[in-house]
C-alpha cells in the first residue's frame, strides 16, 4: 500500500487543526507531521493528539521555528517538516498544507487521483519576469527575520525601518539573481513526490549560495521550492508545465493562469471583506464543490465552523 505524508504548519485555530487531524489521521495510508510555530504554545495541539489516540500516525516535530510573516524562517520550518518525514519511510506523496487548510473531497479520491498521475509535481509556479510586480521580491534585500514586516506600521521601530525602506526602495542597488537559474514563484502549499522532496533537501544542504541569497527576499516561502524544483530535471514531471509553457509563448499578456490548476488547491485571493486570502464560510460551499480540489483554505473558528460540519457530511456521504 502506498503511504502518504501530510506536513502541517500550524500556530493558531486550535479547533479547526483539530478537525483537520481528525479528518487525515483516520486515513491508514496517512502520516502527519507537525510544526507549531516556538513563539506559540504546543500543548494545545498535543492535547488534541493525545485525546483522540493519534500517536501513531502524528507526529510533532523537536525542531521547531520562531516564524516570522514573509521571513525565510517560513522555508525552515518547511524544511525542518520535509527531514523528519523522510529520516526513516518513503513516501508515494508528501503534501505541506497549513493548519487551516481542510479537505473538499474524500482522502481517497486524492490519493487515487495520485497514484492515476503518477510522477507529477503538483506546485503552483510562475517565471517572476512573468508577474514582473514580483520582481522586487528577489531585487533588494529584506531582512524579514531580523526586522518583522508584519504589521509594520503599528510599531514604532519596524515604522521607522520599513517606511523609510519602502521610501528608497527603488533608488537601492539591484541584486544581481544566482547564475545559470531562472527565478520562479508560487504558492507556498505543494504536494511533491519523496524524490523531489529529497533533491529539495540536497540542494538546501549543497547550494549555500541559494540559501544565502533567499534569507534576504520577501516572502522565499513561495519562490524558494519553485526554483529549485522548475530548474531541474524535476521540471518536466511539474504538473501543468506544458500549458504554461504554451500560455507562456502566445497569450501570457492576457491573463494569468488559475493557481489552483497546478496545486490542487482552492484560495480565494478576491479581497472578500478586505480579507487576503478570504476566509471562507458557508457561502462559499457550493463553489469549493464545483473547484474539482482537494484542499482549501483559509478556515477559522470565528467563521468556517459551519462550513466545516457541511464538507464533513459531504466527504462522508
Known amino acids: 500500500m502506498n503511504k502518504y505524508a501530510y506536513l502541517i504548519q500550524a500556530h493558531n485555530n486550535v479547533n479547526i487543526f483539530k478537525e483537520l487531524i481528525l479528518n487525515l489521521s483516520s486515513n491508514s495510508d496517512c502520516d502527519i507531521y507537525v510544526h507549531i510555530d516556538k513563539k506559540f504554545d504546543i500543548n494545545p495541539f498535543k492535547k488534541i493528539?493525545?485525546?483522540?489516540?493519534?500517536?501513531?500516525?502524528?507526529?510533532?516535530?523537536?525542531?521547531?521555528?520562531?516564524?516570522?510573516?514573509?521571513?525565510?524562517?517560513?522555508?525552515?520550518?518547511?524544511?525542518?517538516?520535509?527531514?523528519?518525514?523522510?529520516?526513516?519511510?518513503?513516501?508515494?506523496?508528501?503534501?505541506?498544507?497549513?493548519?487551516?487548510?481542510?479537505?473538499?473531497?474524500?482522502l481517497s479520491n486524492f490519493h487515487t487521483f495520485?497514484?492515476?498521475?503518477?510522477?507529477?509535481?503538483?506546485?503552483?509556479?510562475?517565471?517572476?519576469?512573468?508577474?514582473?510586480?514580483?520582481?522586487?521580491?528577489?531585487?533588494?534585500?529584506?531582512?524579514?527575520?531580523?526586522?518583522?514586516?508584519?504589521?509594520w506600521k503599528k510599531n514604532i521601530f519596524r515604522l521607522l525601518f520599513w517606511g523609510v525602506f519602502f521610501a528608497i526602495r527603488n533608488f537601492l542597488p539591484k541584486r544581481k539573481f544566482i547564475p545559470e537559474l531562472i527565478p520562479f514563484g508560487g504558492s507556498s502549499w505543494w504536494?511533491?513526490?519523496n524524490n523531489s522532496v529529497e533533491y529539495i533537501l540536497s540542494i538546501y544542504k549543497e547550494r549555500k549560495d541559494i540559501v544565502k541569497y533567499y534569507k534576504y527576499t520577501h516572502a522565499p516561502d513561495e519562490m524558494f521550492f519553485q526554483t529549485i524544483l522548475l530548474n531541474s530535471k524535476y521540471k518536466k514531471q511539474v504538473f501543468m508545465i506544458s500549458e504554461y509553457n504554451k500560455w507562456q509563448a502566445q497569450i501570457k499578456d492576457t491573463y494569468m493562469l488559475d493557481e489552483k490548476l497546478f496545486n490542487l488547491r482552492y484560495i480565494d485571493w478576491s479581497g472578500r471583506e478586505d480579507q487576503y486570502p478570504v476566509i471562507l464560510d458557508e457561502r462559499d460551499y457550493q463553489t469549493l464543490l464545483d473547484s474539482n480540489c482537494f484542499f482549501a483554505r483559509k478556515f477559522s473558528e470565528e467563521k468556517s465552523i459551519s462550513l466545516i460540519e457541511m464538507l464533513k457530511k459531504h466527504i462522508n456521504s
Open 191 to 193: 504536494t511533491l513526490t
Open 114 to 151: 495520485l497514484d492515476k498521475n503518477n510522477d507529477k509535481e503538483y506546485i503552483s509556479f510562475w517565471e517572476l519576469n512573468d508577474r514582473p510586480d514580483w520582481l522586487h521580491k528577489i531585487q533588494y534585500y529584506y531582512p524579514i527575520d531580523f526586522i518583522e514586516i508584519r504589521n
Open 49 to 106: 493528539v493525545l485525546e483522540n489516540n493519534l500517536l501513531s500516525n502524528v507526529f510533532f516535530i523537536e525542531d521547531r521555528v520562531n516564524i516570522k510573516w514573509m521571513g525565510f524562517s517560513q522555508v525552515e520550518a518547511s524544511i525542518n517538516l520535509m527531514k523528519e518525514a523522510i529520516k526513516n519511510k518513503k513516501y508515494k506523496y508528501i503534501s505541506l498544507i497549513s493548519g487551516v487548510d481542510f479537505p473538499i473531497q474524500n
